[in-house]
T-cell receptor, first 110, second 112 residues
Framework: KNEVEQSPQNLTAQEGEFITINCSYSVGISALHWLQQHPGGGIVSLFMLSSGKKKHGRLIATINIQEKHSSLHITASHPRDSAVYICAVLYGGSQGNLIFGKGTKLSVKP | NAGVTQTPKFQVLKTGQSMTLQCAQDMNHEYMSWYRQDPGMGLRLIHYSVGAGITDQGEVPNGYNVSRSTTEDFPLRLLSAAPSQTSVYFC???????????FGPGTRLTVT
């Protein structure tokens, strides 16, 4: 079965710390998404990657296709970064094959 | 643009009742999907559509029906609600799996 594994499941950090969240998957993919789910429940898209690295503000996402692994980094973390971060991968080209990880719950303390 | 809208935000049903969760998007996206989110599990795909008139089943389709008569709307019907359908339901739209995904605010459904 195609699976997406995220680590850690829970992460507590102090404000200002550098955060890394990892995502591993089992077979070849077409794309990988990083999503953020706010404490209120809303889900927003952060990045879509098929290779290399993307940066948006304090967020950086990388993917290593050969190792089947992606990381989401947050520099200079802030309490407003507290959320659940979700990795999702697309196996094949169809929208129907988007598989989600269970999420990493991040709490940033002031 | 309103983006992806879902109604209702909250709903309580009794076992056996039927209802429709509404989803609409104003971005002219081809792809629309319904997911359910349960504690300790990732989002799971219920049904999806790649365009008006075209729908297909996802991972957990049993007990749910969909139709897509217009590009904008993708309602999810619960035929006979069961307690196992207690969940948070999200609708999403996009130009495809390799494009940015847009999610609605979710519907929290409780079946008693």
């Amino acid at each position: 079965k195609n699976e997406v594994e995220q680590s850690p499941q829970n992460l507590t950090a102090q404000e200002g710390e550098f955060i890394t969240i990892n995502c591993s998957y089992s077979v070849g993919i077409s794309a990988l998404h990083w999503l953020q789910q706010h404490p209120g429940g809303g889900i927003v898209s952060l990045f879509m990657l098929s290779s290399g690295k993307k940066k948006h503000g304090r967020l950086i996402a990388t993917i290593n296709i050969q190792e089947k692994h992606s990381s989401l980094h947050i520099t200079a973390s802030h309490p407003r970064d507290s959320a659940v971060y979700i990795c999702a991968v697309l196996y094949g080209g169809s929208q129907g094959n988007l598989i989600f990880g269970k999420g990493t719950k991040l709490s940033v303390k002031p | 643009n309103a983006g992806v809208t879902q109604t209702p935000k909250f709903q309580v049903l009794k076992t056996g009742q039927s209802m429709t969760l509404q989803c609409a998007q104003d971005m002219n996206h081809e792809y629309m999907s319904w997911y359910r989110q349960d504690p300790g599990m990732g989002l799971r795909l219920i049904h999806y559509s790649v365009g008006a008139g075209i729908t297909d089943q996802g991972e957990v389709p049993n007990g749910y029906n969909v139709s897509r008569s217009t590009t904008e709307d993708f309602p999810l019907r619960l035929l006979s609600a069961a307690p196992s359908q207690t969940s948070v339901y999200f609708c999403a739209s996009s130009w495809g799996g390799v494009r940015e995904q847009y999610f609605g605010p979710g519907t929290r459904l409780t079946v008693t």
